[in-house]
């Protein structure tokens, strides 16, 4: 069965730096067509997709961030972990760990898509 | 980059059929998947690669694309598909992934 699960403080402080670990079970880091990435969502608000990493060391991240995001994995402990520097009340959000996958169609163009979600785990930025 | 949008919400009568549609210029290159998530849970999904079901999704759910707009089509809404639906795909700068910004269905 594969599982992810999040972890990391409950609560931060404006412009302190977030560090989000995610452990995943039921499937290798090392898979070179899965991956894991970090999807956040605020109250009330849509979902977005922040970061990525794969197995070839692959890493993405949003355009938007990408100035405060780093994402690094541990394979022999199964875990990606995410940081996020100047964390401001705005970054106030429930933040996701999902297994990635990575496909290619007849014209040898990739897509992705997310099909294993962990649970997630809600950060508030407040002082 | 582009945006992809959605209906902010639709409403169905039990065992209707409905059609969330996501537009983007995106989906003109790349292909959409679908998540619905329910209050208080995490999204899960329901449709991938335009019309691809994982196993376990039931069969009254199904995905299109033509041009622009990639839709969901639910055929038999049942009470548990009241939930809130996100489309996703990759954007025009060929970086980033984007989602839509949902879509509530409520089912009456």
């Known amino acids: 069965q594969v599982t992810l699960k999040e972890s990391g403080p409950v609560l931060v402080k404006p412009a302190e730096t977030l560090t989000l670990t995610c452990t995943v079970a039921?499937?290798?880091?090392?898979?070179?067509?899965?991956?894991v990435s970090w999807i956040r969502q605020s109250p009330g608000k849509a979902l977005e997709w922040l970061a990525h990493?794969?197995?070839?060391?692959?890493?993405s991240y949003s355009t938007s961030l990408k100035n405060r995001l780093t994402i690094s994995r541990d394979t022999s402990k199964s875990q990606v972990v995410l940081t996020m520097t100047n964390m401001d009340p705005v970054d106030t959000a429930t933040y996701y760990c999902?297994?990635?996958?990575?496909?290619?169609?007849?014209?040898?163009?990739?897509?992705?898509?997310?099909?294993?979600w962990g649970k997630g785990t809600t950060v508030t930025v407040s002082s | 980059s582009s945006e992809l949008t959605q209906d902010p919400a639709v409403s169905v009568a039990l065992g209707q059929t409905v059609r969330i549609t996501c537009q983007g210029d995106?989906?003109?290159?790349?292909?959409a998947s679908w998540y619905q998530q329910k209050p208080g849970q995490a999204p899960t999904l329901v449709i991938y690669?335009?019309?691809n079901r994982p196993s376990g999704i039931p069969d009254r759910f199904s995905g299109s694309s033509s041009g622009n707009t990639a839709s969901l089509t639910i055929t038999g809404a049942q009470a548990e598909d009241e939930a809130d639906y996100y489309c996703?795909?990759?954007?025009?700068?060929?970086?980033?992934?984007?989602f839509g910004g949902g879509t509530k269905v409520t089912v009456l």
């Open positions: 999902v297994r990635i996958l990575k496909r290619y169609d007849s014209s040898g163009h990739s897509y992705y898509y997310l099909d294993v």
């Open positions: 690669g335009t019309d």
């Open positions: 996703y795909s990759r954007d025009t700068n060929d970086n980033d992934l984007i």
């Open positions: 039921g499937f290798s880091l090392n898979n070179g067509r899965m991956g």
């Open positions: 995106s989906l003109r290159s790349y292909y």
């Open positions: 990493i794969f197995s070839n060391d692959e890493k």
